[in-house]
T-cell receptor, first 118, second 112 residues
Framework: GAVVSQHPSRVICKSGTSVKIECRSL??????MFWYRQFPKKSLMLMAT?????????EQGVEKDKFLINHASLTLSTLTVTSAHPEDSSFYIC??????????????FGPGTRLTVL | AQSVTQLGSHVSVSEGALVLLRCNYS??????LFWYVQYPNQGLQLLLK??????LVKGINGFEAEFKKSETSFHLTKPSAHMSDAAEYFC??????????FGTGTSLTVIP
């Protein structure tokens, strides 16, 4: 149980295009999902906290207009990288926090999405 | 505020030797503590977690960690390293499972 999926797993796009990444909790509901960015050989940097039915909370230094987050349901959050540029190339990981149950104090992580902007 | 410090960004051990990865935390309230493992180009897999129950926590793949409040530590150990243990390891602290704070990671190399 407690599986989180991400789609796509890998995407290559041209500079200036927008890319949408989906994060789904497959067998549990999550009012809160988190989006992280990981640079090569670096730790995870929290970008934003996605709240179902309300606006996302962005960490300092993260451009909300560039990284659009939508949490439309209790099982789906999306991250859209708008007008992507090569510096946006990175590994993006989402996680979800179950509403209730034995694992309510955990976050379950998706497998990540490798974004390459040419 | 919560934070995590992982001492040693790179650790090398011989196959069969003890693995010790260090993690110290800072938290203003009783924390939840986690160890995750990450293989290349993959997400994070939970190894074990401490959530105010037993201070010695056993996880998957033979790993365990001990919560020591007096030392604000949560070091990860494994008695005998295996080649498949080579990966990146992250310690994390959270309050009630909400926002997680990750350490900078420790890359474990296992020498045959």
């Amino acid at each position: 149980g407690a599986v989180v999926s991400q789609h796509p797993s890998r995407v290559i796009c041209k500079s200036g295009t927008s890319v949408k990444i989906e994060c789904r909790s497959l067998d549990f509901q999550a009012t809160t999902m988190f989006w992280y960015r990981q640079f090569p050989k670096k730790s995870l940097m929290l970008m934003a906290t996605s709240n179902e039915g309300s606006k996302a909370t962005y960490e300092q230094g993260v451009e909300k207009d560039k990284f659009l987050i939508n949490h439309a349901s209790l099982t789906l959050s999306t991250l859209t990288v708008t007008s992507a540029h090569p510096e946006d190339s990175s590994f993006y990981i989402c996680s979800a926090n179950p509403i209730a149950g034995a694992s309510y104090n955990e976050q379950f992580f998706g497998p990540g999405t490798r974004l390459t902007v040419l | 505020a919560q934070s995590v410090t992982q001492l040693g960004s790179h650790v090398s051990v011989s196959e069969g030797a003890l693995v010790l990865l260090r993690c110290n935390y800072s938290s203003s309230v009783p924390p939840y503590l986690f160890w995750y493992v990450q293989y290349p180009n993959q997400g994070l897999q939970l190894l074990l977690k401490y959530t105010s129950a037993a201070t010695l926590v056993k996880g998957i793949n033979g790993f365990e960690a001990e919560f020591k409040k007096s030392e604000t530590s949560f070091h990860l150990t494994k008695p005998s390293a295996h080649m498949s243990d080579a990966a990146e390891y992250f310690c994390a602290v959270s309050v009630a499972g909400n926002q997680f704070y990750f350490g900078t990671g420790t890359s474990l190399t296992v020498i045959p």
